[in-house]
Nanobody
Framework: QVHLVESGGGLVQAGGSLRLSCAASYSAYAMGWFRQAPGKGRVFVVAIDYESEKIHYSDSVKGRITISRNNAMHAVYLQMNSLKPEDTAVYYC????????????????WGQGTQVTVSS
């Protein structure tokens, strides 16, 4: 099981930007981000494969976020721009052995989450 530690969350005004980082104990095949808004379930945001060739975005964030990874550093990053109040959530880093499994929410390891709050 991969140990994951997220960082970079915080409070930002609408229209602002944040960069989240996830440090992993090793680089899994599929790494990505999910989020959980207050009172709602955890939902998929974005995922990237080991070679950084395949990236899947949820429609709610497409065009506003960029995911990247550094396998040598065992890290994955999430650059979020043009943030909206509805982006407010706890963001979780996640890994899976297969992209198809990650897209279904079949996750091998979760981080502890980092809070992102976007004020209007």
């Amino acid at each position: 099981q991969v140990h994951l530690v997220e960082s970079g969350g915080g409070l930002v005004q609408a229209g602002g930007s944040l960069r989240l980082s996830c440090a992993a104990s090793y680089s899994a095949y599929a790494m990505g981000w999910f989020r959980q808004a207050p009172g709602k379930g955890r939902v998929f945001v974005v995922a990237i494969d080991y070679e950084s060739e395949k990236i899947h975005y949820s429609d709610s964030v497409k065009g506003r976020i960029t995911i990247s990874r550094n396998n040598a550093m065992h890290a994955v990053y999430l650059q979020m721009n043009s943030l909206k109040p509805e982006d407010t959530a706890v963001y979780y880093c996640a890994t899976s052995g297969q992209m198809a499994r990650m897209l279904k929410g079949d996750i091998d390891s979760w981080g502890q989450g980092t809070q992102v709050t976007v004020s209007s």
